[in-house]
């Protein structure tokens, strides 16, 4: 299996997963409705008793304003080191993800749970704070496999930023900010947009016209070729 194809399989796979929850979450599904319910219960009873605070800074944290700025961050820092490409990457998925994660909040319409420990706006499907985190948690995932090598220290690495991403999901639960169901559609839909947009993005590219090489003496500077799985 090439790359390419690797990328359409967990594309397709996390796309269309996405799909069959926000289509029960659209018609409100009694058994998902049942399971959702439950895992609110499960983790008011064992969580929540952590510190309320606690889980409102993580939420606060992981924001859509406060990971959405950081990816913007992370492309202005690629391109200022000339990885020009990576950085129109970053910065154009994660503007066509908020619209996507926009649109389905807008179609499935689902309303939050009640009786929730911080009041929050809009609707419950997906969680914005979710998708965004698990956005930035694979590009950072990216650029610590282009800085480190393979090894412990990258998968720790790696591995922590794993764990910021389930921290902020936990958080969205102990304040009842969302159903269990909300916080798994955005990881699918994050994860399924990322392959997909590595899968367009290339094609996309090729449509736009090409930028002059430098002049002998005006040196950009180096980067890396990036494989994009073709």
Not at 87 to 103: K, M, N, P, R
Not at 165 to 182: C, N, T
Request: proline share 4%; charged share 15%; aromatic share 12%.
């Amino acid at each position: 299996m090439s790359r390419r194809q690797e990328n359409e399989y967990f594309a397709l796979s996390g796309l269309g997963l996405f799909g069959i929850l926000a289509l029960l979450a659209k018609f409100r599904f009694a058994f998902l409705t049942a399971v959702d319910q439950r895992g609110l219960a499960i983790v008011s009873a064992h969580l929540a008793r952590g510190g309320i605070r606690w889980f409102h800074a993580m939420t606060l944290i992981g924001s859509p304003v406060v990971t959405g700025g950081l990816i913007l961050l992370m492309a202005a820092g690629y391109w200022w080191r000339g990885h020009r490409e990576w950085a129109a990457f970053l910065g154009t998925l994660l503007i066509s993800g908020d619209a996507i994660a926009w649109c389905f909040k807008q179609l499935v319409a689902r309303s939050r749970p009640v009786l929730p420990v911080i009041a929050d706006s809009g609707y419950s499907f997906p969680s914005g704070h979710v998708f965004s985190a698990t956005l930035l948690a694979l590009a950072l995932g990216v650029l610590i496999a282009q800085w480190l090598p393979a090894g412990r220290l990258r998968f720790s690495l790696q591995g922590l930023v794993g764990l910021g991403v389930l921290l902020i999901l936990i958080s969205r639960l102990v304040l009842r900010a969302h159903y269990p169901s909300d916080t798994l559609a955005s990881l699918l839909l994050a994860t399924g947009w990322w392959y997909q947009w590595r899968v367009w993005w290339p094609v996309l590219v090729k449509r736009l016209p090409q930028r002059p090489q430098a002049k002998h003496g005006q040196r950009s500077k180096q980067r890396e070729k990036i494989n994009w799985g073709h």
